[in-house]
């Protein structure tokens, strides 16, 4: 099982990813860095919690790990 602070650092650099795609794809779309930036921080707000609790509850599962 990986600790709290692994977890979260590595949500962080994942969130950083998403962030930086969906602003690219938002600005693509709608022409507008304010709409494209607004869409991209919900995004990953959203996608950081959701990805901890993920994270977490996958690190509880034993099926398909090797002892």
Do not use: C, D, Q
Not at 18 to 35: D, E, R
Not at 45 to 57: P, T
Not at 62 to 67: D, L
């Amino acid at each position: 099982m990986e600790t709290r602070l692994r977890t979260l650092v590595k949500s962080g650099l994942w969130t950083l990813l998403g962030l930086v795609i969906m602003a690219l794809v938002g600005f693509a779309f709608t022409g507008s860095l304010t709409v494209g930036g607004s869409m991209a921080a919900i995004n990953a707000a959203l996608g950081f919690v959701m990805y901890a609790f993920y994270e977490r509850l996958w690190a509880r599962i034993g099926w398909g790990r090797h002892v």
